[in-house]
């Protein structure tokens, strides 16, 4: 069993960063893929990035590609996003969630992730 738990959301200005991290339980971790997802009030659960187990491949919805950067230390048992140039329709409750696949690649839809954070909420004022 995989625990996850997200920090660093907060309340930002459009323009701002802010970086996000998950810490994840157990010995395993590197044996997951690792995305994050967000819920906005109102709007379905949707995919913003992932990450391979080993970290080579990559993938963005969008809204976050040039924007959002997903990284993992497999020696630290996290993975973070880095986003950038934030703008209110960013703001959401993102969650962190693990994917123990039979094959190594980065998915993007939620159905692949077993395991699943409570979530940190991120909010920007315009």
């Known amino acids: 069993q995989v625990q996850l738990i997200e920090s660093g959301g907060g309340l930002v200005q459009a323009g701002d960063s802010l970086r996000l991290s998950c810490a994840a339980s157990?010995?395993?971790?590197?044996?997951?893929?690792m995305g994050w997802f967000r819920q906005a009030p109102g709007k379905e659960r949707e995919f913003v990035a992932t990450?391979?187990?080993?970290?080579?491949?990559?993938y963005y919805a969008d809204s976050a590609k040039g924007r959002f950067s997903i990284s993992r230390d497999n020696a630290k048992n996290t993975v973070n996003l880095q986003m950038n140039s934030l703008k209110p329709d960013d703001a959401a409750v993102y969650y962190c969630?693990?994917?123990?696949?039979?094959?190594?690649?980065?998915?993007?839809?939620?159905?692949?992730?077993?395991?699943w954070g409570r979530g940190t909420q991120v909010t920007v004022s315009s």
């Open positions: 157990g010995r395993t971790f590197s044996s997951y893929a």
């Open positions: 969630a693990a994917a123990r696949l039979t094959t190594d690649y980065a998915p993007t839809y939620a159905a692949e992730y077993y395991y």
């Open positions: 990450i391979n187990r080993s970290g080579g491949e990559t």
